[in-house]
């Protein structure tokens, strides 16, 4: 009997799922290091790595069965508790750094703004600190087991540079071939899974499913379209939204401030260890009072920092009004389908660090993200067929679905769901349902071994998703030369929305010169909401796009041409069976190629 | 090199170091064997029963005779588990010369080390170790809440404690001769044989399921970790 592998490689936690030919998936133990003296097993593997001081373990501390005493970092549950207390030496929301198009990916910059590590490490060593122990552990459980063609979730949001790293991360962990899956589909497939054969009594062919994805620190939206006849249904993914920065843990903060001006007005100020207590004591709190809208108020203790609990407990209590107020009008408000989030903050000036979003407001978001995939649904007349006809584009400002899959710790609470359904059923004139039965705290790694058995054995239905986003590289005008104005920068469609795993698509009838030999720049570009464009499709101007990389190389010239040679090349994208996009540039007269991943290197 | 299909070239690195006592799997309770470590968890469960009990008594809702009642029952399911624990006859060996294993871990430390998490998450030892004598009830209720929900979590991390008895309490119930006799206590006026005919105070409880944290620190300088490390803010370079 075969074993298939998912792997939730998330912002806040991992997890790992199993699936064999018959049965349920599960969920797989995660052995971590637990506290200062003890390792044990969880099925999260909380997705923070912490670098203690060289003073601070002098015999190496807490180590794991395969570890050597060298190890000079710890992960997972240690690591986020001790790093809680020790910011400055804790490394989380590495993934987040990993599709940060500004920071240096390969770069030691983690953590971030750190003034007292010495050796710090890069957005991706931390992806393959992590998929290295996932790795040790399942070895640890079963010495014989492969981790070949297991699957590894990323957001939807993930642009081909971040996939392009996290397969890179992969392979430097020693997990051999691996295929990455977005987060809101392998929901879904656990979905899926966990019907059977009943799903297709909830969704019919012509329905829009909105997969809404709000985990702690992160929000993810896809769409996807049911077509087909009734007998036989098709999946596919039709639009996925930009990478955002919020999620329940922005709840649990702000309530978490609230109380601690009610307190600060009463005279009583906590210092940061009891206001992390009392962010942990309001996360139990609001999902108390998101349960029980009858309750009123929950009692909060917050205890002391020395060894006096009783005589120091600071007692104080988080109310219904407060919860109601900030974590779901706040967060969730009923806005019209014109209300777009707020994108920058009024300062003029940005901290650096992660671009976290600015406006906490996620209907606001989803309302952007459902205006940008209608956008991109009517550019392509292909993708107006798959959603059933441009009908459903002229009834709302919004591409509405028409029922919603949920998914992420945030939806536990019926309220917050609710909420959302309320919310899209204003905007459509009608009601949305809810997609029954999800599990919204481990679908993502159970769907994810689910697609690997699925792509192993080619048993099961499948979601048709392309590549996400269309891509394009800058190139350089051949107009006349005009006194005091840069020629604007083109854009050439190298790579169409919606390229499939194995596909590959040429550039066709046109030739392009290369400069060899000396360095040159090269601008690569990217798009959510333009499927209508073609491979091979001219853009005026370059600015409209989201520029996704730029990249300073020498490229050298080919056997029997001089250095700073114009060569002529053809182009053709690549989608490989891994869905990784490479560019390739083919000069036909000494049958040379050069290969440029998006992520972005040359070989 | 293509990041993508290239293949991991040095699983050999990987040497897994397990051995079956070892594995680091959840134990389970339909497993035939118990390990000789259960003991140490039974213990370390009956003094979080304990602790949480000592903390209802100071609930200003809680009835005082019932919480009396549960943490009797606590040590009674404490015996009842040191009851069915098996001789620990058997210790773990290394599976192969080339990995061996520390020693394995005496009960002491296992139970302390347990006992640092209730204290890490809980406060239970501040809590126990601190004069009330002149607390008010609402200062001990506020700090019980702290034990209370640390406490709790640590249980349901550790442990999968289900009731044992499915009635309610006060329900009638008779216990047939050859019945499971370590899963009850018989209080009262009780007679020489079976049937034993009575009502039920307390359903009990049992761990289906206990997945304690292996301490990896202990040496010869001390035996066992610490139950709470001195805590000291340091301040910048």
């Known amino acids: 009997m075969s074993n298939y592998f998912g792997i939730d490689l998330g912002t806040s936690n991992c997890a790992m799922a199993k699936a064999t030919d018959a049965g349920l998936p599960e969920i797989l133990p995660i052995t971590q290091v637990i506290n200062a003296s003890g390792i044990g097993e969880r099925q999260l593997l909380p997705s923070s790595l912490y670098l203690p001081a060289s003073g601070e373990f002098p015999e190496g501390g807490p180590q794991l069965p395969w570890q050597d005493r060298e190890t000079s970092s710890f992960l997972g549950t240690f690591a986020r508790d001790q790093g809680s207390l020790q910011p400055d030496r804790l490394i989380a929301s590495a993934k987040s750094w990993l599709c940060h198009p500004h920071a240096d990916r390969r770069g030691p910059i983690l953590p971030w703004g750190s003034t007292t590590v010495e050796t710090k490490l890069s957005p991706l060593e931390v992806s393959r600190h992590l998929l290295s122990h996932l790795l040790a552990n399942l070895r640890s459980l079963n010495p014989d087991t492969e981790l070949e063609h297991a699957v590894i979730t990323v957001p939807a949001s993930f642009d081909e540079a971040a996939r392009a790293l996290t397969l890179e991360a992969a392979t430097q962990a020693g997990l051999g071939e691996v295929t990455l899956l977005e987060e809101p589909q392998a929901a879904f497939y656990a979905w899926l899974e966990n019907q059977g054969t009943e799903w297709r009594k909830q969704v019919k062919s012509g329905d829009l499913l909105l997969v809404c994805d709000v985990g702690g620190g992160t929000a993810d939206f896809s769409l996807i379209a049911v077509t087909g006849k009734d007998g036989n249904l098709a999946l596919e993914r039709i639009a996925v939204g930009e990478h955002l920065l919020l999620g329940g843990d922005n709840m649990d903060l702000a309530l978490a401030h609230a109380v601690s001006e009610k307190l600060s007005t009463a005279g009583t100020n906590l210092d940061e260890w009891q206001f992390l207590a009392l962010v942990q004591a309001v996360r139990a709190g609001k999902e108390a009072l998101l349960l029980n809208p009858s309750l009123q108020e929950t009692p909060i203790s917050i205890p002391s920092r020395g060894r006096k609990l009783i005589a120091s407990t600071i007692s104080t209590s988080l109310s219904q009004e407060d919860v109601q107020h900030i974590a779901v009008d706040g967060f969730f408000p009923i806005v019209g389908p014109e209300e777009m989030p707020v994108l920058r903050r009024a300062g003029g000036l940005r901290e650096s660090g992660l671009p976290y979003a600015a406006d906490a407001a996620i209907s606001k978001h989803l309302a952007r993200f459902l205006s940008r995939a209608k956008a991109n649904a009517t550019s392509s007349p292909q993708l107006i067929e798959v959603i059933g006809g441009s009908e459903r584009l002229n009834r709302s400002p919004l591409l509405l679905p028409d029922a919603v899959l949920f998914n992420g710790g945030v939806f536990n609470a019926a309220a917050l769901r609710q909420r959302v359904l309320k919310q899209l059923s204003q905007w459509a004139g009608t009601q949305i349902r809810e997609l029954e039965g999800s599990r919204p705290d481990h679908a993502v790694a159970l769907g994810a071994c689910v697609y690997a058995r699925l792509r192993a054995t080619g048993d099961g239905l499948r979601i048709k998703s392309g590549t996400a986003r269309s891509y394009y590289i800058g190139m350089e005008s051949s107009g006349m030369a005009v006194p005091g104005r840069l020629p604007a920068t083109k854009a050439l469609c190298v790579a169409p929305q919606g390229m499939e795993e194995g596909s590959r698509l040429a550039v066709s009838g046109q030739e392009f010169f290369l400069y060899t030999g000396e360095s040159s720049e090269f601008r690569f570009f990217q798009s959510e909401v333009r499927a209508g464009d073609q491979v091979g499709q001219l853009l005026p101007n370059a600015n409209e796009l989201e520029e996704s990389a730029r990249l300073r190389i020498e490229i050298p010239p080919p056997t029997g041409h001089q250095a700073g040679e114009e060569i002529p090349v053809r182009l053709e994208a690549r989608v490989t069976e891994l869905g990784n996009l490479e560019l390739h540039f083919l000069h036909p007269a000494s049958s040379e190629s050069w290969k440029l991943e998006f992520n972005v290197r040359l070989q | ?237």
Request: some cysteine; hydrophobic content about 40%.
């Open chain 2, 1 to 237: 090199m293509n990041g993508s299909s290239a293949k991991g070239t040095e699983k050999s690195n990987a040497k897994p170091v397990t051995n079956g006592a070892e594995s680091p799997l959840p134990r389970n309770a339909s497993s035939p064997t118990i390990p000789p470590r259960m003991k140490n968890s039974l213990i370390a469960c009956g003094i979080v029963l304990l602790g949480l009990n000592a903390a209802s008594v100071y609930l200003p809702t809680q009835n005082l005779t019932l919480a009396a009642q549960t943490a009797s029952a606590a040590i009674g399911m404490v015996l009842v588990f040191l009851a069915i624990r098996p001789q620990p006859n058997q210790e773990p060996k290394p599976s192969s010369p080339s990995a061996p294993l520390p020693q394995p871990p005496r009960a002491e430390a296992e139970i302390v080390a347990f006992l640092a998490l209730l204290q890490q998450h809980g406060r239970l030892v501040d809590f126990a170790k601190e004069d009330i004598a002149s607390a008010s009830d609402a200062q001990i209720g506020s700090a019980a809440r702290v034990v209370h929900a640390g406490c709790r979590k640590i249980l349901d991390e550790y442990f999968e404690i289900t009731p044992l008895q499915n009635a309610e309490e006060g329900a009638s119930l008779t216990l047939e001769a050859g019945y499971d006799a370590p899963a009850y206590r018989l209080l009262g006026s009780v007679p020489e044989h079976p049937p034993y005919k009575g009502k039920l105070l307390h359903p009990g409880w049992i761990a289906q399921s206990v997945k304690l944290p292996r301490i990896t620190d202990t040496n010869e300088k001390r035996p066992w970790p610490v139950l709470a490390p001195a805590e000291v803010e340091v301040n910048g370079n």
